[in-house]
């Protein structure tokens, strides 16, 4: 058994303060003491500590207090910021991000599908932009977050296989991101883009609510899902998990990493476009597409919820920014329907899911970097 050694427990108690101190907003020492179970002095000294690293503000006195009155401070969410970049198809967005999931600058580009050299000299066009007018601001961030449509491994920076990306065998990134990282002399951080989305729509609801599990689904080019289970990113064995485009209505669907999977198929933008006229024509969701997503759709979500027990589901991508209201109503009374227990279905809290979930998935790995 590993032994817990004091650096190990001030750290622990560091990012217990931190987590608090993030949620709440505003809080006092005392406040602090109350919620930790921690002494007085080791809340002093982490507080102090933050205060100089500019993790906390002191704003002034609380009211409502008899006798002295406690001094109130406030998380500041700039402490940390982070570039998110999301790709899909031809397209990339990158943006830096701080902690609340604010957007303080964003720009757009056409970009290679392909992972080659030209796709990475391109990313590099946009990260520039985006350090030239942070440094126009005299900000600082931290890393960079990039969400890809496919299965990886975040560790060996490894994309295992990305169909509608056209990789459908292994390929090896980590040559083009220690390129990055030599460059910006950041710590780049790669995830499955919708894994990523589903971090984002996570810590951005925890500024407002409770939140345990999340089931995210992401449904645009292609569909995929997030799954956050007790506040952690639930990945599997073998990066896997969330990849519900592979799920099959019967057994005579073909599962393939070289393809689409059938539900993926069934939802697809192309798809949608080739069967409904007014959607190719117009974008317009109408009737007779919101009932069949519904039935294709809804059947899924309800067993995801029936046997994880969830009790929150968010629904993004571009399907949904078409669909808006209508179709979110339509999902929501089928899935009641089809579960045990109420279940929240909603839609996404940010607006551009995919930076936002990619840089606070990169800052949320380097909080030990201000501690």
Known sequence: ????????????????????????RTVTKVELSELTGMSGP????????????????????????????????????????????????????????????????????????????????ALSKSIDKLAAALEKEGIGYSGIGF???GVVDPEKKIIHFAPYIGIREPVNISSQTARLEE???????????????AIGEYYVRQNHEDVKDILYISIGAGIGAGIILDGELRRGSRGMCGEIGYCLR??????????????????????????????RLNGTVGPEMTEYITEILCPFIANFVNTFDMDQVVIGGQLMLDGGNSLLKAIRASVESLTLSKVAIEGCVTEYTGVVGSALMASNKLWNTIL
Request: net charge neutral; charged share 25%.
């Open 42 to 121: 080791s809340i002093m000294a982490i507080v102090n500590e933050f205060i100089d690293k500019g993790i906390l503000t002191v704003t002034g006195k609380k009211n409502g207090s008899l006798g002295r009155s406690p001094v109130t401070m406030v998380f500041n969410p700039d402490v940390i910021m982070s570039i998110g970049i999301e790709f899909e198809g031809n397209n990339l967005s990158a943006g830096i991000v701080n902690l609340d999931g604010e957007i303080r600058f964003q720009t757009m580009a056409k970009v290679p599908s392909s992972f080659g050299d030209s796709f990475f000299d």
């Open 1 to 24: 058994m590993k032994t817990m050694i004091s650096t190990d427990m001030k750290q622990m108690n560091r990012k217990v303060v931190f987590d608090i101190a993030r949620k709440k």
């Open 250 to 279: 019967d057994t005579s669907g073909i599962v393939s990493r070289k393809q689409t999977g059938w539900l993926e198929e069934s939802l697809a933008y192309e798809t949608l476009c080739n069967r409904f006229e007014d959607y």
């Open 183 to 197: 460059r910006y002399h950041k710590p780049v951080f790669i995830e499955n883009d919708v894994n990523a989305s």
């Open 147 to 149: 969400g890809i449509p």
